[in-house]
Every structure is written in structure tokens, then in C-alpha cells.
């Protein structure tokens, strides 16, 4: 199976930072990564698809890139709601497989 | 308006069975893979397996840990997808999802991108 790795596991920053979550396929997947947002209690929200392409509805400071085994998602500019949890998924095999998630935190 | 909606979830004890529903309405429901997500208590998302399309086969594909425990099966008559799930282990505690998962068809082949519908889960114990 593709291993997802993400990093940082956590991170504090405050409302207004820009924040960047960094993922790593364990061979190449060419564009086939998502982004999810996940609030506590609640569903996954699909956020980023094929690697850069932002889901109807999403805020425009949501961001992602990347190509092969390097992907970054960036929040251009935090805001309270973006307080949650993110997690990384890839669609290349057909075992699909999610990052261990990266939880962002107030600062 | 577009949803899905999990049920069956409850209490089981070890090496019973349970069956999952997931209701859609709001979409063509037939065009679309569907997927089971879970997720254990305070854990990450964990892909449990999917069934394509039966346009693209019908097929259905398991992650390790339940493969020949789990079965996965759609009535696209009723729009209800189903998550059997059988010799249970207290491991499987947790919220189940259903989502359905896009997917485009790009010179004869189809591209999976993202989960972009989600119920909102249904709580499986399994415990004695």
C-alpha cells in the first residue's frame, strides 16, 4: 500500500498566520492527492482535489501543490474556523489511503 | 439537496456481525463509487473499501485489515449502499462513514479524485 506521511503532526498559530501542511507519498502519485478539513464531531470536508484544485465552496485561502511525492496544502491566512484537523489522501492505487492528519491549533 | 445517511451502527459483541446502510438521495446515485470510511475513538480516518460504479465494473476493493471480514454492496434501484461486516473484533470500534467519490472519464479511463459527499457516520462498539 502507498504510505501517506504527514507533517507536522500539530501545530499552534494564530488567527491571521499563514500555515503550511506538508505530505508525503511513499512512491509517486502523480496528482491523485486530496485535502480534507475535519471539525471534531463532525464529517470530513473535502477541501483540495488533484493535488490543486479547490472544491466548490471552499474559501480561496485554502491552497494546495505539489506533483509525485510532495504535496503542501497552505491556509493563506488563518481564520477562527479553520481550527481543526487536516488530513491527506491519495486516489492513485485503488487501496486509497489518508495521511495520520495534522491538527491545527490555537496559539 | 444532496446527502447520504449512515445507519445500523450500535453495539456488538466480538465475532458478531452488523450490516451499515447508507441512504443517498439528490444525485444519480448509479454513477458514482461509494465508499466506507471509519474512524476510532480520538484515532485518524482509516479507508475501509469502496464499490465502483457498475459502469466501471461494480467491483469492490478492501483495505487489509477487514478484507474477507467486510463485504461492501449497492442497490442503485434504492440508492443504498451496504457495509456488512462480520467476526468482528473490538479493534473495528468506531465511527463508519459512507462517501461517494468523484470521479471523471478522461479518454476512455476514469480518474478518481477526492470524497466530495459525506454522511454523517454511524458509531459501531464492539465489545463484550
Known amino acids: 500500500d502507498i504510505q501517506m506521511t504527514q507533517s507536522p503532526s500539530s501545530l499552534s498559530a494564530s488567527v491571521g498566520d499563514r500555515v503550511t501542511i506538508t505530505c508525503r507519498a511513499s512512491?509517486?502519485?502523480?496528482?491523485?492527492l486530496n485535502w480534507y478539513q475535519q471539525i471534531p464531531g463532525k464529517a470530513p470536508k473535502l477541501l483540495i482535489y488533484a493535488a490543486s484544485s479547490l472544491q466548490s465552496g471552499v474559501p480561496s485561502r485554502f491552497s494546495g501543490s505539489g506533483s509525485g511525492t510532495d504535496f503542501t496544502l497552505t491556509i493563506s491566512s488563518l481564520q477562527p474556523e479553520d481550527f481543526a484537523t487536516y488530513y491527506c489522501?491519495?486516489?492513485?492505487?485503488?487501496?486509497?489511503?489518508f495521511g495520520h492528519g495534522t491538527k491545527v491549533e490555537i496559539k | 439537496e444532496v446527502q447520504m445517511v449512515e445507519s445500523g451502527g450500535g453495539l456488538v459483541q466480538p465475532g458478531g456481525s452488523l450490516r451499515l446502510s447508507c441512504a443517498a438521495s439528490?444525485?444519480?446515485?448509479?454513477?458514482?463509487?461509494m465508499h466506507w470510511v471509519r474512524q476510532a475513538p480520538g484515532k485518524g480516518l482509516e479507508w475501509v473499501g469502496f464499490?465502483?460504479?457498475?459502469?466501471?465494473?461494480?467491483?469492490?476493493e478492501y483495505a487489509a485489515s477487514v478484507k474477507g471480514r467486510f463485504t461492501i454492496s449497492r442497490d442503485d434501484s434504492k440508492s443504498i449502499a451496504y457495509l456488512q461486516m462480520d467476526s468482528l473484533k473490538p479493534e473495528d470500534t468506531g465511527v463508519y462513514y459512507c462517501?461517494?467519490?468523484?470521479?471523471?472519464?478522461?479518454?476512455?479511463?476514469?480518474?478518481?479524485?477526492?470524497?466530495?459527499?459525506w454522511g454523517r457516520g454511524t458509531t459501531v462498539t464492539v465489545s463484550s
Open positions: 439528490g444525485f444519480t446515485f448509479s454513477s458514482y463509487p
Open positions: 462517501s461517494r467519490e468523484i470521479v471523471l472519464l478522461l479518454a476512455a479511463i476514469h480518474h478518481y479524485y477526492g470524497m466530495d459527499v
Open positions: 512512491q509517486s502519485i502523480s496528482n491523485y
Open positions: 489522501q491519495q486516489t492513485y492505487s485503488m487501496f486509497r489511503t
Open positions: 464499490i465502483r460504479s457498475k459502469a466501471d465494473g461494480g467491483t469492490t
